[in-house]
Every structure is written in structure tokens, then in C-alpha cells.
């Protein structure tokens, strides 16, 4: 991907993390529509990444007021911590995309890892060429999905429960 097409094409990290979770809560949030910090749940979360990991040195980095990455001082890895396993693969991407986001800003050769503290399991992730790829090819995605004119149509699966936006798509 050219530095222009990347430059038009980056996000978030939630962005990347919510394409892969409901499309439609992607562009719902991506219009405005953030009701995340209301959402009981995400609070848990955020809670629990507060009193799990408060005690370890880490540095948080916000990088061009758009990424927010943690990195452990003791190991240099990019740290990302989830309330939940349920959304695993969500979150492994978010964590590839900050290493892959990192290395287009020069820092490369860095590894993440995904916290999971109430299941006391880590799991380090990879940057790859093939994560790379399927880097490029998710920002290109959530680009149409983003360009949308109107959201898309709900669909109702087991995460609908504890989404923010369940009252909106299903009240
Ligand atoms: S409630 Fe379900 S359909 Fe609606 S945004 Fe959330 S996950 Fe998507």
C-alpha cells in the first residue's frame, strides 16, 4: 500500500477492532453515533484494564491523535487487554494493526501480546506479510463500509446482547 493510499486509509484502532465484530456497529460509530461510553460493559472493561495492569511500567503512546498503544517497559511488546475472549479474533487484529501501523511510522520488529486477565492467558501476536496484507485489505473495507450512505442492516448474533448499540438496532 503507497503512503498516500494509507494515509486516506488509516483509523483507529476500534475502527479496525468493530469491522471485524458488526459492520453495522462500525459505521454506526464511525457516524457519530458513539454510545460506547454509556455501555456498562465497555466500562467493565475499561475498569478491568485499569485495575489489572495499573501496577506494571508502561508507556502509552498516542500516535498522530489517532492510535493509543500501550507498550510494557519490561518487554517492549504492544500491549492490548480484553475483558473478553468472546471477540478474540477482533482483538488479535487490533493488535496487528497497531504493530503494522507502527512499523509504517519506522518502529518495526516489535510483537504484541493479548491480555486476558479474568482467563489468565496471553497470546503474543505476529506481524507477517499475510497479516500485513490482510491489514491493507480490512482499512480498504472499512472504507466501504464507512462510505455507506445509510448502515448496514442489523443481524442479529450472541454479541448483539452486550453491544452498545443493541437498544438502537433491536429496542
Ligand atoms: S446490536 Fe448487534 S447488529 Fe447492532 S450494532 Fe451491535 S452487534 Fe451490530
Redesign the pocket.
Known amino acids: 500500500m503507497t503512503e498516500s493510499e494509507f494515509e486516506a486509509l488509516k483509523v483507529g484502532g476500534t475502527e479496525v477492532n468493530y469491522f471485524m ?2 459492520r ?2 462500525l459505521w ?1 460509530y464511525t457516524h457519530r453515533l458513539d454510545l460506547e461510553r454509556s455501555s456498562e460493559q465497555v466500562s467493565l472493561g475499561a475498569l478491568l484494564h485499569e485495575t489489572a495492569y495499573c501496577r506494571l511500567p508502561k508507556r502509552e503512546l498516542l500516535v498522530d491523535s489517532l492510535i493509543k498503544v500501550d507498550i510494557m517497559e519490561s518487554s517492549g511488546k504492544v500491549v492490548e487487554v480484553k475483558y473478553s475472549q468472546k471477540m478474540e479474533e477482533a482483538a488479535r487484529l487490533q493488535v496487528i494493526y497497531y504493530l503494522y501501523y507502527l512499523k509504517r511510522k519506522g518502529v518495526s520488529e516489535l510483537v504484541g501480546e493479548l491480555r486476558f486477565p479474568r482467563q489468565r492467558r496471553r497470546e503474543e501476536v505476529v506481524l507477517t506479510e499475510e497479516n500485513e496484507g490482510k491489514i491493507e485489505t480490512t482499512l480498504r473495507k472499512i472504507k466501504e463500509v464507512k462510505d455507506l450512505l445509510s448502515p448496514p442492516k ?4 450472541a ?2 446482547r452486550r ?1 452498545a ?2 437498544e ?3 429496542g
Do not use: N, Q
Not at 442489523?154 to 448474533?157: K, V, Y
Open positions: 465484530v458488526c453495522r456497529k454506526l442489523a443481524e442479529w448474533g454479541i448483539c453491544c448499540y443493541s438502537f438496532c433491536w
